[in-house]
C-alpha cells in the first residue's frame, strides 16, 4: 500500500503527450471571422481627439500637443496596416490635423518670436 502515486503525465509515453503550444496566437487564431469587423484603433481616437484639442490651447502648447496626436496616428496607422485594427480614415485625420496644428503653432511662434 506504500506505493507512490504517480503523476499523469508520467504514465503516459513520450509520444502520446500533447504537444505544447506557443504563448503566442497563430495566424490562424489572429484572423477575425468571415464578416467580422475589426475593433477601431483606440490610439487613432485619441490621436484624432488631441489634435483637435490642440485648436483651443496656447500655441506653444498646441505646438505640443498637434505632435503628440500626429504620432498617435501615425502608431495607429501601422498597426492598421498589420490587420489588427481598423480606422484608417481617423488615423490620417489625426496626422493632417496634428501636423497641421503644429505647422500654425511654429508659424504663430516665429512671427512673435520675431516680433511681426
Known amino acids: 500500500m506504500a506505493q507512490a502515486q504517480r503523476k499523469p503525465e508520467e504514465e503516459r ?8 503550444r506557443e504563448a503566442r496566437p497563430t495566424e490562424e487564431e489572429r484572423r477575425m471571422p468571415e464578416g467580422a469587423q475589426a ?22 502648447l498646441a505646438l505640443f ?4 496626436g ?3 496616428g501615425g502608431v495607429a496607422l501601422s498597426s492598421i496596416r498589420r490587420g489588427d485594427r481598423s480606422g484608417n480614415a481617423i488615423a490620417w485625420g489625426a496626422i493632417v ?3 497641421f496644428v503644429a505647422i500654425l503653432a511654429i508659424f504663430a511662434l516665429s512671427g ?5
Open 97 to 99: 490635423v496634428g501636423g
Open 65 to 68: 500637443v498637434g505632435v503628440a
Open 39 to 60: 475593433p477601431v484603433s483606440w490610439l487613432a481616437i485619441v490621436g484624432l481627439g488631441l489634435s483637435l484639442l490642440a485648436f483651443l490651447l496656447p500655441v506653444i
Open 70 to 72: 500626429a504620432i498617435m
Open 13 to 20: 509515453p513520450e509520444e502520446e503527450r500533447p504537444p505544447l
Open 112 to 116: 512673435t518670436l520675431t516680433g511681426g
